[in-house]
């Protein structure tokens, strides 16, 4: 998480950083700061909270120089506050950094032994001291960043600048992101190719264990042995404009309306709807010969990838493992040969999800990523990736990646199952008209928004919540329950409906409503019995169904939010939307910051 920015350039920088910095923002937003080095004096402006605190301060006290760098946190060590906020200095050397050092507490002890005074209770200002000691041991300014380098332990993506070379910033890679801009006599380095957008679209993507010497003129990549690699310069996709919110009142809700348009278009990468088939694929494996995938991923890529292994073991007979990309790096699952590995993330940067690709990759098993962000590491590292078509997503909270992660794994589950002839050209026709039809119901959700926005000014009365559903539903459940809790800070948990009488049924009560996922499907009737449990003790029930389960229903529900009746592929992708709308009302009646909530961050490249 953090971004990080660095300038050398032509003109005064800090706005060009601050600029970089916006477009960063989705990283983290605890703290964020610029510093800048004129006539050989380096100066900072930090602020807590977000960037607009930033720019505040610059606009009251301006900072002048053609060299630069910026840093938005995400706060790991130490409380997000001024003095812990980037850039860290020790004697003429500044420093932004995205990670976490790990040998930190034992560096600390050491520089603080040899006499040097730490200013916050950052793991960051190790690598300032240290840096700054081997500077004062005598060797030059890249002597000494190198030097420092070699110490640490840990994930991290550092600039680094020197108060007595208005032409040097040195950049390194070892975890999370680390891009060079190429310019016309200036040079930059951001966490992302988007944040460089706006000043060069020639970017080289830093290797884990490289470092880089950026100079106005020239830049130079080196290995952690210090010799001198070569890395491709591509063209960056990334767009230069900053995606604003069009008349909506946060992205999140912008995001929601946004899914019948980029559903179809993911759909349409993998689905040919003119012909009622789908798209074959330029893999690494081919489905027939497979025994099992490993899906992993995080929060909720892992409960798209959760519902994909329903549709994978239905559809095309292939047996699923669905992890949670940290458990499932240090699980040592064994893998056979004839097993492929699936990772699913918008951002393509999540560590965890990133350090099981490498597992996998070790292991020698043909990879894919479906991933939001094209050019991420992920993406890279991956064999071949299947791309959601989602655009930016900026609200933290996801939600169109959702929905798109859901359009590509049901696509490749029916593509497998025909593959693996499990399913026949009659059903795979059936299928592709099935899942071309979710745009259009997708719309129709839309529509339920005033009543939905009623639902929620009822929610947002209680603390706590319970999600039920069965079959794709459940791991829908959960997803309900994470947004929920993640935007409106309401307790909610998402729960297997038959899994009620084992346990949490002890909860319910007239306090605790419960929101039962139940399209008219062939296990409608048990979750029916399980509202019924929920209603015979006082539980107060919010039914999402459709039109024949609230004919079938036979419970007097709070509210009951009737959605088109669908076919039954694609009704985690139309479900998703109510229990979207339902957190982001919820979360807009409790005056929370929908877009960038409390302590979380868009991309999350630490452990
Ligand atoms: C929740 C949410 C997170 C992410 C998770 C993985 O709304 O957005 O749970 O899904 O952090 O992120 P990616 O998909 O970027 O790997």
Known sequence: MCGIVGIVGQSPVAPLIVDALKRLEYRGYD???????????????RSQGKLINLERRLGEEPLGGRIGIGHTRWA???????????????????????????????????LMADGYVFHSQTDTEVVAHLIAREIARGANSVEAAYRALRRLEGAFALAIMFSDDEDLIIGARNGPPLAVGHGEGEMFLGSDAIALAP?????????????????RDKVTIFDMDRNEVRRDRQQSLGTSFLV??????????????????????????YLDFVEGTTRALDLPFEFKNLDRIALSACGTAFLASSIGKYWFERLARLPVDADIASEFRYREMPLSKNSAALFVSQSGETADT?????????????????????????????????????????GVASTKAFTCQLSVL?????????????????????????????PRYASQVLKLESQIEAVAHELARYRHVLYLGRDTNYPLAMEGALK?????????????AGELKH?????????????????????????????????????????????????????????????????????????????????????????????????????????
């Open 31 to 45: 703290s964020a700061g610029v510093a800048t080095i004129e006539g050989g004096t380096l100066a900072r402006r």
């Open 76 to 110: 790991t060590h130490g409380v997000p506050n001024e003095a812990n906020a980037h850039p860290h200095f020790s004697n003429g050397v500044a420093i932004v950094h995205n990670g976490i050092i790990e040998n930190f507490a034992e560096l600390r002890a050491e």
């Open 199 to 215: 000043f060069t679209n020639a970017i080289t993507y830093l290797e884990d264990g490289d470092w880089a010497v950026l100079r």
């Open 244 to 269: 604003d919110k069009g008349n909506h009142r946060h992205f999140m809700e912008k995001e929601i309306h946004e899914q019948p348009e980029v559903i179809s278009h993911t759909l349409a990468h």
């Open 354 to 394: 990133l350090a099981s690709l490498r597992y996998c990759r070790r292991e020698g098993i043909p990879i894919g990523a479906i991933v939001n962000v094209r050019g991420s590491t992920i993406a890279r590292e991956a064999d071949v990736t299947l791309p959601t078509l989602a655009g930016p997503e900026i």
């Open 410 to 438: 049901a696509s490749l589950a029916v593509r497998a199952g025909v593959e693996r002839g499990t399913i026949s050209p009659e059903q795979e026709r059936v299928l592709v008209r099935h899942l071309a039809e979710a």
């Open 484 to 496: 929920l809790k993640e935007i409106s800070y309401i307790h909610a948990e998402g729960y297997a």
């Open 503 to 607: 346990g949490p049924i002890a909860l319910i009560d007239e306090k605790m409503p419960v929101i039962v996922i139940a399209p008219h499907d062939r296990i409608f009737e048990k979750t029916v019995s399980n509202m019924q449990e929920v209603a015979a003790r006082g539980g107060k029930i919010i039914l999402i169904t459709d039109k024949k389960g609230a004919e079938h229903a036979t419970i007097n529900a709070m509210e009951t939010i009737v959605l088109p009746d669908v076919p039954e592929i694609i009704t985690p992708i139309i479900y998703s939307l109510p229990i979207q709308m339902l957190a982001y009302f919820t979360a807009v009646v409790m005056g929370t910051d929908v877009d960038q909530p409390r302590n979380l961050a868009k991309s999350v490249t630490v452990e």
